[in-house]
């Protein structure tokens, strides 16, 4: 499985569908379209995000609500969007993730770019993905 790496706070917000865009400068592969993703969190957390996110959506999300390092959900990507009037758009590529289910951190080194899950940790969130604890989020919808 293909994973992606994002900085929390967003990532969380993914994972908890309040987000379903996801921005990037670079379009995914065509044949990852209507494919799973892993969605992984990065060691970092952004504070002025945080500050963003309160401001602009009226969202409040706490740095000790966001798992650091670690895959955090599964969603499809479903689209890839070059213009949309969606809020959380920022462009130039909006990647558009639905059918998200979130799960217990699954700790693992993330990478730039897409990178493939190793085989331990894909054994972990597909494990995750099967268990009580997963939580669906999102139901696949337009934007």
């Known amino acids: 499985m293909r994973a992606l790496t994002i900085t929390q706070p967003w990532a969380s917000l ?6 379903r865009v996801e921005n990037r400068t670079w ?4 044949e990852l379209v209507g494919e799973q993703v892993a969605l992984h969190a990065s060691r970092e957390f952004d504070q002025f ?3 963003l996110i309160r401001r ?4 409040a999300i706490e740095q ?3 798992p650091l390092g670690a895959v955090v959900a599964v969603g499809r990507l479903t689209d890839v969007l070059r213009e949309s009037q969606d809020p959380w758009f920022m ?5 558009v993730f639905t059918d998200i289910t979130r799960i217990d951190p699954v700790p693992c080194r993330g990478a730039r770019r897409l990178w493939t899950l190793p085989p ?18 999102s139901e696949s919808r337009a934007i």
């Not at 379009?27 to 065509?30: I, K, Q």
């Not at 462009?91 to 990647?95: A, Q, V």
């Open 56 to 59: 602009r959506y009226g969202i």
């Open 91 to 95: 462009g130039p590529y909006g990647w």
């Open 14 to 19: 993914l994972a908890r569908g309040d987000k």
């Open 27 to 30: 379009a995914p592969p065509e």
């Open 64 to 66: 000790a609500d966001c």
């Open 49 to 51: 995000d945080r500050y």
């Open 120 to 137: 331990d940790v894909l054994l972990r969130v597909e494990r995750g993905l099967r268990s009580n604890a997963a939580r669906k989020v």
